[in-house]
């Protein structure tokens, strides 16, 4: 499993010329032995350990380094101490490299510059904290970190800033962690459920985790619908979720009230009075009206079916907006 984490450092020691030897060490050194190593082929079914036996070392972080991960500004004095800023990053996950950690990348270079002292802090897929010794402390779980982390903010929303509860309900839904308990309180607190995040609506990643049930998924739906929800099947993000969502929905026969609910809110008043949903398909096809296609699919139609029987020039448009195959 995967865990890409980001680092923020701050290395010092005593002595300039030690840490000017680790700077050159980290970009320029172990990156050309680590290349070296990882083109070496070992006899398949050669132990790991007799593997760094054979090389002569104890660890695999001693020569294998994330290199492109690590940006390292320049020496500066404060007091008597010399200071490296560095940013890092790792997929710290299964068998990979790590950076933290006693058989890291940090605790070669203890291993390496003696005298050297590390601090810093984290965030990764599962939160961020800081470091204590070598490992990672986690302070705040992921929702929470993204949610007071202003760098993911500062360009959203027109530069208007979202609510706590807002940003809650966008990146509980990115991290597939909203569920029904959550979007209640959030809804109750006034988080705007239309919002955008990275580009994306909010109903986009809405059919994620514990969503992806088709009764739960329902459940949710009405309270977004009462708290305002609107639909724009003329986003292309937005209407491709739209059609996982009505997938999802229909798996179940108890959502048949909030899938004609859902079609309704997306025909709105123009068709306004057509309850037959070929018929709705037919008149969205004939008027080249997307919404007319999403409220049909709500409504249970099959639309590679009914595609069938359309002309061509019809089935072309279909294609075009992505609702048939070639």
Known sequence: MSNDTGYQLTLKHASRKTLEALRIFVTAVKPQLSEFVLQ???PEKMEDQDRLKLLGIGKWSEVI???DGWNIGKVTKDDSVYILNVNAYANEGGTSIWISGKDGELADLLRRFPGLVITGTFSDDYGSGSLKGLEKIHEKDRIEA???DESL???ENEGKPYTRA???LLVAARHAELDLKRLKRLIHEGADVNAWWSEAPFIMSLAEGELKNPEILGKALEMLLSAGLRID???GLASGSLVEIADIL????SNTVIRRRMAQEIAGEKFPKIVNPEEIFKMGVKSKNITGIFAAIFLGVSIQKLGENCSIKDKSWLVRQGFLSK
């Open 146 to 148: 993204d949610v007071e």
């Open 65 to 67: 380094t994330w290199a």
């Open 250 to 253: 229909r798996m179940s026969d």
């Open 40 to 42: 070496m082929q070992f």
């Open 153 to 155: 903010w500062e360009y």
């Open 166 to 168: 807002t940003r809650e």
């Open 233 to 235: 099947c003329a986003d």
